[in-house]
């Protein structure tokens, strides 16, 4: 990818090296437990990458991590002051124009038009409504957001959803350049391999 087209990547530095530790932690529906107790940690500098089969919990641990009331045991700690940038894996909450998503968020709106452009949107698409976008589009949208926030951990969910091969090498790319603590979901499994420095499974 050309340097012109090249993402960016602003991260913050945390004065704790541990960001997260979670002993003996099981996500729980409806009074049901649906993984086995996990431990694990994760602290600056590392890309964890969470595995297990559907339905295990992955998507629920990254919402527990962001403060949402999900039911569980165990514990989990997360270092104080911590800025999070999330990527959902559900993109049917956009809506609106990527000027009103900027202006109700507090996000730069001319860098996150600038990422989207070189994510491959034409200008005219910058300006349509969001519902008008293609599921690849919507995630771009998602991507761009948590780019245009810096912060402390990364917390993407399934970020390669109907995403093109391009802009996939491009975020192989940036987290591989800009080496932001994260800690994502990927099915893809050559993705994890290229960019997760170690992996923690659900079962």
Not at 47 to 53: D, F, P
């Amino acid at each position: 990818v050309e340097t012109a087209e090249r993402l960016i990547i602003q991260t913050l530095k945390h004065p704790k090296n541990l960001l997260i530790e979670a002993r003996e932690l099981s996500v729980s529906y409806d009074g049901r437990t649906v993984n086995r107790p996990v431990s694990f940690t994760v602290a600056q500098g590392e890309r964890a990458a969470l595995i297990g089969r559907n339905g295990a919990g992955k998507s629920s641990v990254l919402k527990l991590i962001l403060g949402e009331a999900i039911g569980h045991s165990g514990t989990l700690s997360i270092a104080g002051n911590l800025t999070v940038s999330y990527v959902a894996q559900d993109t049917s909450f956009l809506c609106g124009t990527l000027r009103e998503l900027c202006r109700k968020e507090g996000l730069d709106e001319s860098l996150l038009k600038a990422i989207l452009r070189k994510l491959d949107f034409s200008r005219p698409q910058l300006e349509a409504p969001v519902e008008t976008y293609s599921g690849g589009q919507k995630k771009k949208v998602l991507i761009a957001r948590s780019l245009a926030r810096p912060a402390h951990l990364y917390l993407w969910d399934e970020p390669l959803n109907f995403i093109d091969v391009l802009s996939r090498i491009q975020i192989e790319e940036l987290i591989l350049a800009g080496k932001p603590t994260m800690l994502f979901v990927e099915h893809d499994a050559v993705f994890r391999e290229k960019i997760a420095t170690k992996t923690i499974g659900l079962e």
